[in-house]
C-alpha cells in the first residue's frame, strides 16, 4: 500500500470518526468537517451565533456552547453584557458541574488469553475429562473413546430491511441559531440578558474543547497474555 493510499485511509477515517461521535467544542469548517460553532457580524451590536453538531450530540452540549460562543464574541468586542433578540437557551447549564464535550474515544483495546482447565468427573474407575485429543475425541480410562458433538450453529445473521416509507425524513442534526445583541452596560438586564465575564467564568472550565489535529491522542494496543 503506498503513502498516498494510506494517508487518504486515515483521513477518511477521522471524517468517518467525526460524523459518527458527538461534536465537542470546535470551529466549523475546520479540518473538511462541517460540525462546529459559527458567528457573523450582522451591524455593531448584532452577531448570529450558530452550532450545528452530529446526530449524537447531546441537547445541552449546544445549549452550553452556543451561550459560551457568544460569550466569546461579547468579549471579542468589549462588550460587557449581551441579550438574546432571538433563540432559546436552557439557562441551566450556567450551574452544575457536569463537563461540554468530554468523551472518551481513545480506549486501549487488550487481549488477554487464559487457559481453563476441565474438570474431572469420576464414574466408578472411570475418569472422563482428563485429556482431549485434537481430533474431538475425549480419552477415558478403561473405557471406549467419547465423541464430543460440535455446538449447534448459530444463525447467519440477516441484515434489516429497511421499506422506503413516503414523508419519512431522518431526524434532523442539531442545527441551532442565535442572534445576540451586544450591550454596552449592565443597565436594563432581564432574564435573557448575561454577563459576558460570568458566562465565560462559568462555563469555560467546564467545556472540553477538540484537541488539534496533530495532538490528538492515539490509541495504544497492548496483548496480555
Excluded at 461521535?21 to 462541517?34: E, F, H
Excluded at 469420576?122 to 473405557?143: I, K, N
Excluded at 436594563?188 to 454577563?195: H, L
Aim: glycine share 6%; aromatic share 8%.
Amino acid at each position: 500500500m503506498s503513502r498516498v493510499t494510506l494517508l487518504a485511509l486515515l483521513a477518511a477515517a477521522a471524517g468517518l470518526a467525526a460524523c459518527v461521535s458527538p461534536t465537542p467544542y470546535r470551529a466549523a469548517d475546520t479540518d473538511g468537517i462541517r460540525f462546529g460553532y459559527s458567528s457573523t457580524k450582522l451591524s455593531d451590536q448584532l452577531y448570529r451565533v450558530r452550532f450545528i453538531g452530529t446526530g449524537r450530540t447531546p441537547v445541552r452540549w449546544v445549549d452550553a456552547f452556543l451561550l459560551y460562543r457568544a460569550a466569546e464574541v461579547a468579549k471579542q468586542a468589549d462588550a460587557p453584557a449581551f441579550r438574546i433578540v432571538e433563540g432559546n437557551i436552557d439557562t441551566s447549564v450556567l450551574a452544575g458541574e457536569d463537563l461540554f464535550g468530554h468523551r472518551a474515544l481513545d480506549l486501549e483495546v487488550a487481549v488477554t488469553v487464559s487457559r481453563v482447565s476441565r474438570p474431572s468427573v469420576r464414574h466408578g474407575d472411570v475418569v472422563v475429562g482428563q485429556a482431549e485429543s485434537a481430533d474431538g475425541m475425549q480419552r477415558t480410562a478403561g473405557a471406549m473413546p467419547v465423541f464430543r458433538m460440535p455446538p449447534p450453529a448459530l444463525p447467519k445473521y440477516q441484515p434489516p430491511v429497511y421499506i422506503y416509507t413516503p414523508g419519512y425524513a431522518p431526524a434532523p442534526l442539531p442545527d441551532r441559531t442565535l442572534l445576540i445583541e451586544l450591550r454596552p452596560d449592565l443597565r436594563g438586564m432581564d432574564d435573557k440578558s448575561f454577563v459576558t465575564a460570568d458566562v465565560l467564568d462559568r462555563l469555560g472550565p467546564r467545556i472540553r474543547r477538540a484537541a488539534p489535529k496533530d495532538q490528538a491522542p492515539k490509541p495504544t494496543p497492548s496483548t496480555a497474555l
